[in-house]
């Protein structure tokens, strides 16, 4: 790793996969799971905000800002539903980790294929406390590019091996079937969510559409599962019936953001949730029955992209799967920025 400090580390999509590939993608997810809890577990030493939000028509610009004291760290990241009919991607993203102490920045990383990781990890993290035990079925509701590293994540912590998929478009199914093939699944693809949930004791709904969707009705969710409630995670855009949150134990993140951006903004203010760090901290408990209905409202927290910045820093060291960023200025003398301009200039002269 660079000690120039005018340098920064800085890691292309196409570094990021070589990085992914040379680590090995359930590897990957293993141990950035592990970093995720790590900081889960010393949650109150984060500075946390909800994110901040510029909606749009047809999407949303977020910034997701935190630090522990150390590090500090921010994702931009959009959401636009509509964007795949165009060729592009419904998520992108890009984050920095800094230096507290002088504010410097030690990484600028792509993070579109980072936050596929991170949040497949987190759900697999949370289905570890949640889940029924044993459970190895899954079905996943929405096979878009979220979906093989939630069903890796959920083989590489949990033991899932059997997966039952649905999309609207049968296509993203297909291609997700066939992403999947040789790593270890049993997979089948439904004709709709009802079959799809057949029994499956964990149910990750992960689709993308600007509305308050019902993919998941009632009648659907049998006793004891657990949901993975991925996809919703914008006001006005929501995944499941409201009854099922009034029959379900439900796990969040950060409360102030998940009731503004989760399935709960359907529910009042006040309707109890558990916050999952205080179930991973032993402070609350996870699953207590076998028919409970437990559901993770997943909307994506900083903290999981300050794990998953720090993860990355610590894999790059001896990897060299970065260039050096000249992001800095750093003139011979500190207080001489105009003056290395003016040698700038006469430099280019001669
Ligand atoms: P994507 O556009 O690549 O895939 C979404 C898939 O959902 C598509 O294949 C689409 O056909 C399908 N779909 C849409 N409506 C459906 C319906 N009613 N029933 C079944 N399938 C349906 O998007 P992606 O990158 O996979 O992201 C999926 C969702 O997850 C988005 O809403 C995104 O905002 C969200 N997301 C959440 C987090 C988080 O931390 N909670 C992180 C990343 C993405």
Same mark, same amino acid.
């Given at each position: 790793?660079?000690?120039?400090?005018?340098?920064?580390?800085?890691?292309?999509?196409?570094?990021?996969?070589?990085?992914?590939?040379?680590?090995?993608?359930?590897?990957?997810?293993?141990?950035?799971?592990?970093?995720v809890e790590e900081d889960f577990l010393r949650w109150e030493q984060f500075d946390k905000t909800p994110r901040i939000a510029s909606h749009s028509h047809d999407g949303v610009i977020e910034l997701m800002p935190t630090s522990d004291g150390h590090l500090y760290g921010f994702k931009y990241v959009n959401?636009?539903?509509?964007?795949?009919r165009d060729g592009r991607q419904t998520v992108t993203a890009f984050g920095v980790l800094a230096d507290v102490g002088n504010g410097y920045p030690m990484l600028l990383t792509e993070m579109t294929i980072l936050t596929?990781?991170?949040?497949?990890?987190?759900?697999?993290?949370? #289905?570890?406390?949640?889940?029924?035990?044993g459970a190895d079925t =899954? *079905?996943?509701?929405?096979? /878009?590019?979220? $979906?093989?590293? &939630?069903?890796?994540?959920?083989?590489?912590?949990?033991?899932?091996?059997?997966?039952?998929l649905y999309d609207i478009d049968a296509s993203a199914s297909q291609k997700c079937q066939a992403n999947l093939a040789?790593?270890?699944?049993?997979?089948?693809?439904?004709?709709?969510a009802q079959d799809a949930v057949e029994g499956?004791?964990?149910?990750?709904?992960?689709?993308?559409d600007k509305q308050l969707a019902t993919i998941l009705t009632d009648n659907m969710v049998g006793t004891g599962v657990h949901i993975n409630a991925v996809g919703g995670d914008c006001p006005g855009k929501t995944e499941l019936h409201r009854d099922i949150l009034?029959?379900?134990?439900?796990?969040?993140?950060?409360?102030?953001?998940?009731?503004?951006?989760?399935?709960?903004?359907?529910?009042? #203010?006040?309707?109890?949730?558990?916050?999952?760090?205080?179930? =991973? *901290?032993?402070?609350?408990? /996870?699953?207590? $029955?076998?028919? &409970?209905?437990?559901?993770?409202d997943s909307v994506g927290f900083a903290i999981e992209d300050f794990s998953a910045l720090r993860y990355v820093r610590d894999k790059l060291i001896d990897t060299g799967l970065f260039e050096e960023l000249d992001l800095l200025a750093d003139p011979d003398e500190p207080r001489d920025l105009f003056g290395m301009l003016l040698r700038a200039a006469k430099a280019s002269a001669i």
């Open positions: 790793m660079t000690e120039k400090l005018n340098v920064v580390p800085f890691v292309s999509v196409d570094h990021m996969m070589k990085l992914v590939l040379a680590v090995g993608v359930e590897r990957f997810l293993t141990e950035l799971s592990a970093y959401g636009h539903p509509k964007n795949t596929a990781l991170r949040t497949a990890a987190t759900s697999a993290v949370a #289905a570890k406390y949640l889940a029924p035990k =899954m *079905a996943i509701i929405g096979n /878009g590019a979220q $979906s093989e590293f &939630q069903a890796l994540a959920f083989k590489a912590l949990l033991g899932v091996n059997k997966l039952r040789g790593m270890g699944f049993d997979i089948v693809i439904s004709d709709n499956a004791q964990i149910i990750t709904t992960v689709t993308a009034l029959r379900s134990d439900i796990f969040v993140e950060f409360p102030p953001q998940t009731r503004i951006e989760g399935e709960i903004q359907q529910l009042p #203010a006040d309707h109890p949730v558990i916050e999952l760090w205080q179930v =991973m *901290a032993g402070k609350a408990q /996870g699953r207590s $029955s076998s028919a &409970q209905v437990t559901l993770f």
